[in-house]
């Protein structure tokens, strides 16, 4: 046998021996890699019962404001009152000089306050103003509800007045408009006060709070605040298989610290950090605060 056929031998022996020793060994399996979760922390939240408030501008008004005007012409001889007097009904304004006697005194239409009166020797023609008597009991404050929370608004709902001079009155709503301002998409509202030693005056500034009915809701970090794929407010919680689900939320009020809203089962826990990171369906693995 020469070299070369000994050579291809040698190689064909060890190929064989290669070949049978792959079929008998195991092949080894590495085992592949869980994915890891990503971690967000989470705190617990629970449902409670809460009183939205709806916060307005309002104005006072007087129940009524009258120009009491002569029914004749005459020259004012004498006044029943000055000016920032209050006065009952048919209480006498002013008497003029004329001839036609029965028609000499000008009276008061109402029990009321005199804002403005004529002084004593001016001449009144037919239908000129003797005296304004406005009326302050009852005083009525007005607001605007946007038309977007009207329907949470109605009748006898308890209200809370913050006058600019630091008086504080509580009361009930009196007057709930059905038409909305065409100018300000708007709906008038008032409340009827009590006022009977006129110290409300008239065309005074408050902030009214009106008290609508009662709701279960959340009390939760605005931060925690994200926008769903469909540009959905709402907020991401972790369910109890530390699976990510998004709840669309309704916000009550925003206070100084944290959101009322609703929307969220009773008992959550609410994402509050890396929520941002996270989608709806993930496996988390969760860290309580």
Partial sequence: ???????????????????????????EIIPEKEPSLFKVAVQQSKSQEYQPKIRLKSTTRSEARVEVKAKTSGEV?????????????DFVL?????????RTEVKAPFDGYIENIVKPGNYLQKGQICATIIQLDPIIFIAEVPEFQINKVRENQKVKLDLITGQTIEGKLTFVSKSANNATRTFLVESEISNKNGLIRDGITSNMTIYIDKVIAHKIPSSILVLSDEGKLGVRY????????????IIFEDSNDGLWVAGLPTNVNLIVEGQGFVEEGQAVLINTL
């Fill in 1 to 27: 046998m020469n070299k070369n056929i000994r050579i291809a031998s040698y190689i064909l022996i060890v190929v064989i021996f290669w070949m049978l020793s792959a079929i008998f060994v195991e092949e």
């Fill in 77 to 89: 001889v004498s006044i029943g009152a000055r000016q920032g007097t209050n006065i009952k009904k």
């Fill in 94 to 102: 002013c008497s003029l000089g004329v001839v036609e006697l029965n």
């Fill in 238 to 249: 972790v369910n109890n298989d530390n699976i990510v689900q998004f709840s669309e939320v």
